[in-house]
């Protein structure tokens, strides 16, 4: 299917790329969705510019590609509870989003996408580094992907390794937008999920970890650590990722079945605004 309602135009030789063309505080016609989608499968992370939309806008264009995830530690905005303020001012003392990671992927069905609108945005830094699952996994030896094919992750959704055990209510003191909440009891927020991920509609295989997998499933840590190291380092090489500019009206959209992101903490003394909406996924395969 070729574009007729956008342009796309690349933003690397890795993954990602600025649409134009949709104005998203508008309903979207059926070509216009196909072509967004498609714009999105074949590039992992798309970008729009110069959108003016509000949060009730924005959680319509999100439902054009599947039901709501609600995140299950974090209150949503007053008036539009599906959609979350993520802030940070001077006053923080880390970025939300500073670690290499794949969102919600600690829940049994993690997350399809994320939509991303930048609201306030730091004169420079703030950006936001992707990377492309595929490539990562394609580059990898034959002998590591017959060890690593059916060994499973698992990822929990609070008290994170990396933070030394601190709960996310305790990280997010102080903050007024950004208000923690406890998950139902009978909501999973840790899960084991297959490490090489085939993606349900591309088919194609990928790597599927982020910085909530704090072992793989049913190994001795120190065997689990040293797999986990080399792929760490392995999928962050430069030739797998992009790099995001944000300004403010900014969207990107992210397909988190193939990408991991990061959010570089390079901007003190300046604040940043993001309202952020997460679309439902399946399980993993």
């Known amino acids: 299917m070729a574009y007729k309602k956008i342009e796309v135009k690349s933003l690397s030789g890795a993954?990602?790329?600025?649409?134009s063309g949709p104005d998203l505080s508008k309903k979207l016609d059926r070509q216009t969705f196909n072509e967004v989608h498609k714009a999105l499968l074949e590039h992992q992370v798309i970008f729009f510019r110069n959108q003016k939309i509000t949060p009730q806008q924005q959680l319509r264009f999100a439902k054009y590609f599947g039901p709501i995830h609600e995140h299950p530690y974090m209150k949503g905005m007053d008036g539009c509870p599906q959609v979350l303020r993520i802030s940070r001012t001077p006053k923080d003392p880390r970025a939300f989003g500073n670690a290499w990671?794949?969102?919600?992927?600690?829940?049994?069905?993690?997350?399809l996408g994320t939509i991303l609108y930048g609201v306030t945005i730091p004169d420079t830094g703030g950006d936001t580094c992707f990377v492309n699952m595929y490539k990562a996994y394609d580059a990898l030896s034959p002998g590591m992907k017959k060890m690593l094919a059916k060994v499973k992750t698992w990822a929990v959704g609070d008290k994170f390794k990396?933070?030394?055990?601190?709960?996310?209510a305790d990280s997010w003191k102080g903050k007024a937008t950004m208000r923690a909440k406890i998950p139902p009891n009978d909501?999973?927020?840790?899960?084991?999920?297959?490490?090489?991920?085939t993606h349900p509609i591309t088919k194609r295989k990928g790597l599927y970890f982020g910085s909530h997998v704090?072992?793989?499933?049913?190994?001795?840590?120190?065997?689990?650590?040293?797999?986990?190291?080399?792929?760490?380092?392995?999928v962050v090489k430069p030739e797998f990722?992009?790099?995001?500019?944000?300004?403010?009206?900014?969207?990107?959209f992210w397909?988190?079945?193939?990408?991991?992101?990061?959010?570089?903490?390079d901007y003190p003394g300046q604040s940043r605004v993001m309202h952020r909406v997460t679309i439902r996924g399946d399980r993993p395969f």
């Open 15 to 19: 993954l990602g790329a600025e649409v």
């Open 101 to 111: 990671h794949t969102d919600q992927m600690f829940v049994p069905t993690p997350a």
């Open 162 to 168: 990396k933070f030394g055990g601190e709960k996310r």
């Open 187 to 197: 909501l999973q927020t840790e899960t084991a999920h297959p490490l090489i991920r």
């Open 214 to 234: 704090q072992h793989l499933y049913d190994m001795a840590e120190d065997e689990s650590e040293a797999i986990l190291e080399f792929l760490r380092k392995h």
């Open 241 to 252: 990722t992009c790099r995001f500019r944000w300004t403010e009206g900014s969207l990107a």
């Open 255 to 265: 397909d988190n079945r193939c990408t991991q992101h990061y959010a570089v903490d």
